[in-house]
């Protein structure tokens, strides 16, 4: 997080909602649903679901089949968004390219979880490590030569 990021949390403006056709580093995300072509009554019904649920915002979406979703990763993953919404018996669009780019995000947003439980490498500590290491290994870069001899050249 950067210092104006940091600000602007601490004086409690919103952050501007990200793009769901860019990068999204951050742990705000805004994704798109797309339902099933087939059954478009799911639409109005999801998007009263899913509106209940706190910290999550919906729109509507691109097209007249798609909801525009924004949460926190913290507190929702699309896998287990979209999980909760078949179990209600909604149905996605289920397309090549639909399938490949929810797969896409549902690892991104796995190894973002992951990465934020592991603690913070200690990069001193493991230079220390790897300089303590090379100090014992026997390496080419030693002269035998006695003091007194060495000066002498």
């Not at 030693?142 to 003091?147: G, I, N, S, V």
Request: charged share 25%.
């Amino acid at each position: 997080m950067n210092p104006e990021q940091a600000r602007a949390l601490r004086d409690g403006h919103p952050r501007p909602l990200p793009t769901p056709f860019l990068p999204q580093p951050d742990t705000l995300k805004r994704r798109e649903l797309h339902f099933s072509a087939a059954h478009p009554t799911q639409i109005p019904r999801a998007h009263e679901l899913l509106g209940g649920l706190p910290g999550l915002q919906v729109e509507s979406g691109s097209t007249a089949t798609s909801l525009m979703i924004c949460y926190e990763l913290r507190e929702y993953t699309l896998e287990g968004l979209e999980t909760a919404l078949v179990a209600q018996g909604f149905q996605f669009d289920q397309s090549f390219v639909r399938r490949i780019a929810r797969a896409i995000i549902h690892f991104s947003e796995e190894t973002q979880l992951r990465n934020m439980r592991v603690p913070e490498r200690l990069i001193k500590k493991s230079q220390q490590v790897y300089s303590k290491a090379w100090d014992k290994h026997l390496h080419g870069d030693h002269d035998d030569t006695p003091l007194d001899m060495r000066q002498d050249r």
